[in-house]
């Protein structure tokens, strides 16, 4: 696939159709989705694929669940990131109690310095919900992320944060989190007679000539695989 100089894989081959070949270098893109949607899944394709396919350095921040439990589980896909640590192609840092203790802005600094350390061209914050979690004011929230983002514009590291949306519900964090990012994927279950159907769509992705449908997708022992039939090819 031809891909803009500006533009890089998000790790799923079927996602980079829909988005003109892949996220914007240095964009903020919100992946927001209930639980089990396939959020976690989602993030660590684009961090592995990235380390093993285009020698780019990445970081995963876990405040959902430790590390060694989102190792563990990743290895179901083979996606070895205990090895890719051990090589220096990614950090997984646990922020799990740091999300409790500490501050959010020392919870930044942890993951820029190793953003730094790494040279990390690419970010994982599971969860932006977590991180912010224990910001007071709506108004502290707004500018604490519009920094961050700044923050990483700065470092020309393309971001996933990962928004938990409780089921049954469809508000995103406080309301502000999808104008302050560039872009926003919402990962929905839904349920459909006997089963739950999982699909994905793009509300927003600036600079980008996306697709505006709904796409069936699936969580695959390969990864997240992504319909890209559109409506009304179905
Ligand atoms: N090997 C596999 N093959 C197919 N589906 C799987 C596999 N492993 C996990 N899943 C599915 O993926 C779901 C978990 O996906 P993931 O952890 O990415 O979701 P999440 O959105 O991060 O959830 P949470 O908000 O709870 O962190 C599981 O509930 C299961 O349905
Ligand atoms: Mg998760």
Redesign the pocket.
Known sequence: MSRSPFKLSSGIPSLDKIIEGGFTQGDVILVA????????????QFLFSGAVEHGETGVYATL??SASKLKR?ML??NWDLTKLEGERKIAVLDLIQAASEKSVATNLDMIMSSVKILGAKRLVI??LTSMTTYIKTKEEARSFISIMTKILEEAKCTTLL?V?IPWNKTDIGSGFEEFVADSLII?ESSLDRFR?KRRLYIPKMRGTNHSLDCHDF????EGISISTLTTAEK
Not at 218 to 221: E, Q
């Open positions: 989705g209930q639980p089990g949607s396939g959020k976690t899944t989602l993030a660590t959902v669940e589980d179901q896909f599971d969860s990962l938990e990962l739950i699936y969580i695959t022992p």
